[in-house]
């Protein structure tokens, strides 16, 4: 440990120049979909959200807008945030299609008001809330849920993706085993770390010029924070990987019976 460890506020604004240094890597690369946020995130959010045309819905760190657009076409009015100024200026470029249903933001999900002030000047409180694949991303998460308990519905549902703190991180390594020829291989994680939260720096994509930091919780860390601040969880998923084709690679998720991702619905506690 460095005798002068960083502030949370000094690691965040750290973390905001490393995603805006990022950013048009990350957009070349995410585009307009493919990959993970085709495959699977974007149609298990989907389905636990449930989105109703008319619907006012906030997505929180929507990174170049990818799902912003697609709850657009599903007929949603969105609120959509993140707190890279370069991010959220490609979002705004790749929007040309329904424009009057997205509105962007440049907000930082660990300051309260930044996110309250999402709510608009009429206060009118969301349907629907959205983080995908971003928490993992916040030193500190308390905010997020907080902020986001008090801006929804009384009825009204955050869902969330996010790295499976179990499986997925810098603490797991992959492990492909052939014990004989004539035997299928077999597929295993090694967890190294779990209990300890922690900060880590990796990548997520390949061409990224720099390192991102990544904020690891075990379970009862990340979802005791949602549940002490105003939310409940009434439903919890962890799909399988699948792939197209019979993977090539070893290191292909879909040979590992456990996943990469968690996705978690919350709704305000009554
Ligand atoms: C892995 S990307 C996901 C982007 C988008 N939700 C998607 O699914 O394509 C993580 C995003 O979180 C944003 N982010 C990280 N920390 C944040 C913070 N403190 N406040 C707001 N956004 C943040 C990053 O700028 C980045 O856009």
């Known amino acids: 440990m460095s005798d002068n460890p960083k502030t949370i506020d000094q690691l965040n604004a750290e973390s905001r120049d490393i995603w805006d240094a990022n950013a048009e890597a990350w957009d070349k690369r995410i585009g ?40 657009a076409e599903l007929g949603a009015a969105v609120v959509a945030s993140d707190f ?24 930082d999900a660990t300051d309260i008001a930044q996110l309250l002030a999402l ?15 971003a928490i993992m991303d916040m030193p500190v998460i308390e905010p997020l849920f907080r902020a986001v308990a008090q801006m929804l519905k009384p009825d009204g549902r955050f869902v969330f993706s996010v790295m499976h703190p179990c499986f997925n991180g810098q603490s797991i390594s992959m492990q492909a085993e052939l014990p004989d020829y004539d035997q299928e291989p077999t597929y295993s994680i090694k967890v190294s770390r779990y209990l ?18 990544y904020w690891h919780r075990p379970l009862h860390l990340l ?42 619905r919350l709704r305000p506690a009554k």
């Open 32 to 71: 307009g979909g493919g990959g993970w946020q085709s495959t699977i995130i974007a149609p298990m959010v989907e389905k636990m959200l449930n989105i109703q045309p008319g619907e006012r819905v906030l997505d929180i760190a929507c990174g170049n807008g990818i799902f912003s657009r697609r709850l």
């Open 84 to 107: 890279s100024p370069k991010l959220i200026a490609l979002a705004k470029q790749r929007t040309t299609e329904r424009t009057e249903q997205i509105e962007y933001h440049v907000a």
């Open 119 to 133: 709510v608009g000047k009429d206060g009118q409180p969301f349907d629907a809330a959205v983080c995908n694949n």
């Open 196 to 213: 300890s939260a922690e900060a880590t720096k990796g990548l997520a994509i390949r061409e990224q010029p720099l390192q991102q930091y």
């Open 223 to 264: 979802l005791n924070s949602a549940f002490e601040n105003g939310l409940v969880m009434d439903r919890l998923e962890e799909p399988q990987m699948i792939a197209e084709m019979p993977p090539t690679n070893a290191f292909a998720w879909a040979n590992y019976d456990m996943p990469p991702l968690l996705f978690v």
